[in-house]
């Protein structure tokens, strides 16, 4: 176990990440945190964390690339171009009600699709704490070891 997992584990999954202004140079940043992938992102002014791997199904929201839907800031996959809220890991997309002549579409939520963690700055050091609430979101099939061995691995 490195040093990093040693506090991690001392300190309910919280890790130290990096320097805040590096950080703010990479804007994306990924850290392995025990079995979890995680992507950090920082996005004009404000710090993100998200499971790396999307729960659709399992595209790198490390190549994503972050708009703005309905007011919300999002991270968009690269594979099948869904959107996630980078603050709560809901799901976006847009309907429409059939009954109305006028057909326009409206953003709804799928609900909370993607595990996202807490990011905190303490001078100018920056920490990930893993979100352990029960689950399953399904982003966290992506997590486990049973997807690594299968997908990721061959
Ligand atoms: Fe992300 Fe399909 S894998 S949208």
């Not at 300190?11 to 130290?16: A, M």
């Not at 945190?33 to 659709?56: M, N, S």
């Not at 963690?117 to 050091?125: K, L, R």
Request: one cysteine or more; proline letters at 4%; charged letters at 25%.
């Amino acid at each position: 176990m490195s040093s990093d997992e040693d506090v991690a584990a001392a300190s309910r999954h919280t890790l130290f990440i990096g320097k805040k202004e590096n950080i703010i140079q990479a804007r994306r940043v990924v850290k392995s945190v025990g079995e979890r992938d995680v992507l950090v992102i920082y996005h004009q002014g404000d710090f993100y964390a998200i499971d790396v791997r999307c729960y659709h199904s399992g595209g790198p929201l490390q190549e994503g690339d972050i708009e703005d839907f309905d007011g919300r800031t999002c991270i968009v996959c690269p594979w099948h171009k869904y959107k996630i809220t980078l603050a709560e890991g809901e799901g976006l997309y847009q309907a429409v009600d059939p009954s109305v002549k006028a057909l326009k579409p409206t953003w709804c939520s799928k609900g909370i699709k993607q595990r996202v963690h807490t990011v905190t700055v303490s001078n100018e050091d920056v920490f990930l704490t893993l979100n352990d609430s029960p689950g399953p979101i399904d982003s966290d099939y992506y997590q486990t070891e049973k997807y690594r061995n299968t997908f990721l691995k061959e």
